[in-house]
């Protein structure tokens, strides 16, 4: 369980049990199947990237090329983390490992938000300090991450001292720029959005239409950050760079916003104690967004470097890609660019608003406690699976709803059957009729055949669809791949031609070149979705760890593998996931699984073999 996992304080423990319930990672109710997997042994080695990955692909320690940076938002402690959250950080870990892949250096940003009124609030029912719950929370995401194979390279936690001198440091280039005063405030607030908010906005009885709860008069005497200043200039920048918030549904919500009138906001609470005060006046604290946004900047910060924001920036800045989901948009498109306008800095280049994940049709949220547990889904089907899933299923940037029959019949169609199936009897047929040695280069294999054109195509569509950030169409083309295989392995029949002899045999073992060359391209064209399945599927080709891990997007053309080459003994590489249905008083029935008619089945890890 977490709590024996987390190796923490009798005190923080103690947070821990009434935050991470056991029923808060195991409460997940299925209506009509259990599920059971069985992995391979070697199916749960971990990617060396994963947790933290200080070298990025192929890019060279001391090259001073522009890195790509890219953000997940810095998430809120006031609960564990949920899918939600972990959607975005997936998504973000796929586009960093596709640049990684494209040989840039890269910088992936993750972290926690760990100040406000919320935190206080969570942390005294469960009567431990805000430092207690914020350090259980932040580990949980942390051992999350671990266990989706986010290969992170910064993780900020806005209670960092580093950060607060950061903030402090921003505070006064804000304020030294006259765009910060004092003033009354009155309004209605959404203590858990942590916002002002406008009537017009408001649902019926006054409720917030993002945590559906009455948003409560709140009279403050703040201080303001002059947002109305920079409306214009805002307006400018969207006309100029229409790329700089995507999709483009997204954009047209911003200028929406901006061309209702900017208000000034308030940048400061009087009743808030858990957070940073503000400079020159410690009756008040700063307002968790001025404060979290600027986590972007911080984490840039590298470990004894002097703490300061040109620091910071020389680091990295501007971020190449915010990943945000759209609930968050207006902070990241309209208030932080104004931010760090005013203080002098430059502006990230893209802010990508995806869509929500739904279960019953309503969004996922811990406010709302409707959430699907990250936790047992990872640890009932894998990081692979979930991963794959979510990126292939969800077409990014818009909402996408869960199903556990969807998600089961998913993954085994692509994972274990198209994928896992075609490399292990191929592999099976190159043992039994070649010794699992192939007998001429790829190229020399395809010579004459479509095949390879078809591969080269697929190949280049699922480049262009991870560029554009289009994930599920990337998955789409690698899977295409997968098909194509198939289809070619049906219609050439090597089993067939190899007990003919001769030509035949010889023919037959070109075919398998052929097939074990879309194999090998497909453990790199689907390395960002999926990268501990294609770890497995390139040592079944008999590569080594480390030739894995220095793979770049170009040996994706065809004629990698090479004539007297060894592969690795068939096993299979994904396991197919037995539903096994509830009978009437509850009890667990046999599991069904899934035979092809006329065709032998060994029982090999639910693995079908041709």
């Given at each position: 369980?977490?709590?024996?996992?987390?190796?923490?304080?009798c005190s923080i423990q103690s947070s821990l049990s009434c935050i991470l319930k056991p029923s808060f990672f195991f409460n997940f109710k299925t209506t009509q199947f259990k599920n059971r997997l069985y992995f391979p042994q070697n199916h749960l080695i971990s990617s060396k990237r994963s947790l933290l990955c200080t070298c990025s692909g192929n890019f060279q320690a001391g090259?001073?090329?522009?890195?790509?940076?890219?953000?997940?938002?810095?998430?809120?402690?006031?609960?564990?983390?949920?899918?939600?959250?972990?959607?975005?950080?997936?998504?973000?870990?796929?586009?960093?490992?596709?640049?990684?892949?494209?040989?840039?250096?890269?910088?992936?940003?993750?972290?926690?938000?760990?100040?406000?009124?919320?935190?206080?609030?969570?942390?005294?029912?469960?009567?431990?300090?805000?430092?207690?719950?914020?350090?259980?929370?932040?580990?949980?995401?942390?051992?999350?991450?671990?266990?989706?194979?986010?290969?992170?390279?910064?993780?900020?936690?806005?209670?960092?001292?580093?950060?607060?001198?950061?903030?402090?440091?921003?505070?006064?280039?804000?304020?030294?720029?006259?765009?910060?005063?004092?003033?009354?405030?009155?309004?209605?607030?959404?203590?858990?959005?942590?916002?002002?908010?406008?009537?017009?906005?408001?649902?019926?009885?006054?409720?917030?239409?993002?945590?559906?709860?009455?948003?409560?008069?709140?009279?403050?005497?703040?201080y303001f950050f002059a947002l109305s200043k920079y409306q214009k200039p805002l307006e400018e920048i969207l006309e100029q760079n229409p790329d700089f918030v995507q999709p483009s549904y997204r954009l047209n919500e911003v200028q929406g916003w901006i061309k209702n009138g900017l208000r000034d906001f308030s940048i400061s609470r009087a009743a808030v104690e858990w957070g940073i005060p503000v400079p020159n006046d410690n009756k008040q604290t700063i307002y968790v967004w001025f404060d979290a946004l600027l986590g972007y900047l911080s984490a840039l910060l590298e470990d004894?470097?002097?703490?300061?924001?040109?620091?910071?920036?020389?680091?990295?800045?501007?971020?190449?890609?915010?990943?945000?989901?759209?609930?968050?948009?207006?902070?990241?498109?309209?208030?932080?660019?104004?931010?760090?306008?005013?203080?002098?800095?430059?502006?990230?280049?893209?802010?990508?608003?995806?869509?929500?994940?739904?279960?019953?049709?309503?969004?996922?949220?811990?406010?709302?406690?409707?959430?699907?547990?990250?936790?047992?889904?990872?640890?009932?089907?894998?990081?692979?699976?979930?991963?794959?899933?979510?990126?292939?299923?969800?077409?990014?940037?818009?909402?996408?709803?869960?199903?556990?029959?969807?998600?089961?019949?998913?993954?085994?169609?692509?994972?274990?059957?198209?994928?896992?199936?075609?490399?292990?009897?191929?592999?099976?047929?190159?043992?039994?009729?070649?010794?699992?040695?192939?007998?001429?280069?790829?190229?020399?294999?395809?010579?004459?055949?479509?095949?390879?054109?078809?591969?080269?195509?697929?190949?280049?569509?699922?480049?262009?669809?991870?560029?554009?950030?289009?994930?599920?169409?990337?998955?789409?083309?690698?899977?295409?791949?997968?098909?194509?295989?198939?289809?070619?392995?049906?219609?050439?029949?090597?089993?067939?031609?190899?007990?003919?002899?001769?030509?035949?045999?010889?023919?037959?073992?070109?075919?398998?070149?052929?097939?074990?060359?879309?194999?090998?391209?497909?453990?790199?064209?689907?390395?960002?979705?999926?990268?501990?399945?294609?770890?497995?599927?390139?040592?079944?080709?008999?590569?080594?760890?480390?030739?894995?891990?220095?793979?770049?997007?170009?040996?994706?053309?065809?004629?990698?593998?090479?004539?007297?080459?060894?592969?690795?003994?068939?096993?299979?590489?994904?396991?197919?996931?037995?539903?096994?249905?509830?009978?009437?008083?509850?009890?667990?029935?046999?599991?069904?699984?899934?035979?092809?008619?006329?065709?032998?089945?060994?029982?090999?890890?639910?693995?079908?073999?041709?």
């Amino acid at each position: 369980m977490a709590v024996a996992r987390m190796n923490m304080n009798c005190s923080i423990q103690s947070s821990l049990s009434c935050i991470l319930k056991p029923s808060f990672f195991f409460n997940f109710k299925t209506t009509q199947f259990k599920n059971r997997l069985y992995f391979p042994q070697n199916h749960l080695i971990s990617s060396k990237r994963s947790l933290l990955c200080t070298c990025s692909g192929n890019f060279q320690a001391g090259e001073k090329a522009e890195p790509f940076v890219i953000t997940t938002p810095l998430y809120y402690v006031n609960a564990p983390p949920h899918m939600g959250s972990a959607y975005s950080t997936i998504a973000a870990d796929a586009i960093a490992r596709f640049q990684r892949l494209l040989g840039k250096r890269v910088i992936l940003i993750t972290g926690t938000d760990e100040h406000g009124e919320k935190i206080a609030t969570s942390a005294s029912a469960c009567g431990s300090s805000p430092r207690e719950h914020c350090d259980v929370i932040s580990q949980a995401y942390k051992m999350l991450w671990k266990d989706l194979d986010i290969a992170y390279d910064k993780f900020i936690r806005t209670t960092d001292p580093k950060h607060e001198a950061i903030v402090e440091e921003f505070y006064s280039r804000v304020l030294a720029k006259d765009d910060i005063y004092r003033a009354d405030y009155d309004g209605l607030y959404c203590v858990n959005c942590e916002e002002y908010k406008d009537e017009k906005e408001l649902l019926e009885n006054n409720c917030c239409p993002t945590h559906l709860k009455p948003c409560v008069p709140r009279k403050e005497d703040n201080y303001f950050f002059a947002l109305s200043k920079y409306q214009k200039p805002l307006e400018e920048i969207l006309e100029q760079n229409p790329d700089f918030v995507q999709p483009s549904y997204r954009l047209n919500e911003v200028q929406g916003w901006i061309k209702n009138g900017l208000r000034d906001f308030s940048i400061s609470r009087a009743a808030v104690e858990w957070g940073i005060p503000v400079p020159n006046d410690n009756k008040q604290t700063i307002y968790v967004w001025f404060d979290a946004l600027l986590g972007y900047l911080s984490a840039l910060l590298e470990d004894k470097e002097q703490i300061s924001l040109q620091s910071a920036v020389s680091s990295g800045w501007p971020a190449s890609l915010h990943l945000i989901g759209k609930d968050i948009l207006r902070f990241h498109a309209v208030y932080w660019p104004a931010m760090l306008m005013s203080a002098g800095l430059s502006l990230p280049k893209m802010v990508f608003g995806h869509g929500f994940l739904t279960k019953d049709g309503m969004k996922m949220g811990k406010s709302l406690g409707n959430t699907i547990e990250p936790n047992e889904l990872v640890h009932k089907f894998g990081a692979d699976a979930v991963r794959y899933f979510f990126l292939r299923e969800v077409e990014f940037g818009s909402d996408g709803d869960y199903s556990e029959e969807r998600f089961v019949n998913i993954v085994n169609a692509h994972l274990a059957n198209t994928i896992g199936n075609l490399l292990n009897r191929t592999l099976g047929l190159l043992k039994k009729n070649c010794q699992s040695t192939l007998v001429v280069d790829s190229t020399i294999a395809a010579e004459g055949k479509d095949f390879k054109d078809t591969v080269e195509e697929l190949v280049e569509k699922a480049r262009i669809n991870y560029e554009n950030l289009s994930l599920s169409s990337a998955c789409e083309a690698v899977l295409e791949i997968g098909n194509a295989g198939n289809l070619y392995m049906d219609k050439h029949q090597p089993w067939s031609l190899f007990k003919q002899g001769g030509a035949a045999s010889e023919a037959a073992a070109k075919d398998l070149v052929v097939i074990l060359e879309a194999m090998r391209i497909i453990a790199i064209a689907l390395s960002p979705v999926a990268p501990s399945l294609c770890r497995l599927i390139y040592a079944q080709l008999g590569y080594s760890e480390d030739q894995f891990d220095k793979i770049n997007w170009s040996e994706t053309k065809w004629g990698g593998l090479k004539g007297g080459q060894v592969m690795a003994q068939p096993k299979p590489v994904f396991a197919r996931i037995e539903q096994i249905k509830e009978n009437e008083n509850g009890a667990e029935a046999a599991p069904q699984k899934v035979v092809k008619k006329k065709e032998r089945k060994q029982k090999v890890q639910g693995v079908i073999e041709a």
